[in-house]
């Protein structure tokens, strides 16, 4: 299992102690099923992981930079509804983030 794995130490992008939050950034190829399915379950085991080594309540926040990348709205809806219950937010630099 992903998350069983041992992954060293956690860096997360970015990590606002007043808010408690780690801010995840992930540049994958999202352009066909394998793909994603491949960045679902990293950024699964990758949240889970650091929830190990972060403050208790930490907050996580994803960001997938999607730019230049020819995917449909249902690829990152998917992600999203994959990933949500794991994040404050999901969101897509091509989106505007």
């Excluded at 926040?61 to 937010?89: C, H, P, T």
């Amino acid at each position: 299992m992903i998350t069983s794995l041992d992954w060293g130490n956690v860096t997360p992008e970015f990590f606002n102690k007043e808010k408690n939050s780690a801010v995840h950034v992930f540049n994958h190829c999202l352009v066909d099923e394998e793909s994603v399915e491949r960045s679902i379950k990293f950024a699964i085991g990758r949240i889970e992981w650091y929830k190990e080594f972060l403050p208790d309540g930490c907050d996580h926040e994803v960001v997938f930079d999607d730019r230049g990348q020819d995917i449909d709205d249902s690829v990152r809806n998917k992600i999203a509804e994959s990933i949500g219950d794991l994040a404050l937010y999901v969101k897509f630099m091509s989106k505007g983030w």
